[in-house]
Nanobody, 124 residues
């Protein structure tokens, strides 16, 4: 049974930093695509960053490139999202997702497993 547990959200001022963590279990890690997505009320969920270590694939959305970095621990069980220079428009619920033993896609509908979400609030 796939499980994803997120942590690390919170409230910061603009320009601050947070690191989100997502610890997974119940699946083969090396060729699984892990993603971070975010959603604000009334808007569609959007991709923030993706990683698939087996395929050497890393992606960051244009809106966060240069400020956010997705990474994994050396056994690939925990996926991180380091968020620097946060802006008020980064305020959202952030979700970790897994597309097990598959290549990455940017669409949330391609992911079958989701964490519970963690709130990030950035004040100006």
């Amino acid at each position: 049974q796939v499980q994803l547990v997120e942590s690390g959200g919170g409230s910061v001022q603009a320009g601050g930093s947070l690191r989100l963590s997502c610890t997974g279990s119940g699946y083969a890690f090396h060729y699984t695509c892990m993603g971070w997505f975010r959603q604000v009320p009334g808007k569609e969920r959007e991709v923030v960053a993706l990683v698939n270590p087996g395929f050497g694939y890393i992606y960051h959305a244009d809106s966060v490139r240069g400020r956010f970095t997705i990474s994994q621990d050396n056994v690939e069980t925990t996926t991180y999202l380091q968020m620097n220079d946060l802006k008020p428009e980064d305020t959202a619920m952030y979700y970790c997702a897994a597309r097990v033993t598959s290549t990455c896609y940017r669409s949330p509908s391609a992911f079958g497993h989701w964490g519970q979400g963690t709130q990030v609030t950035v004040s100006s």
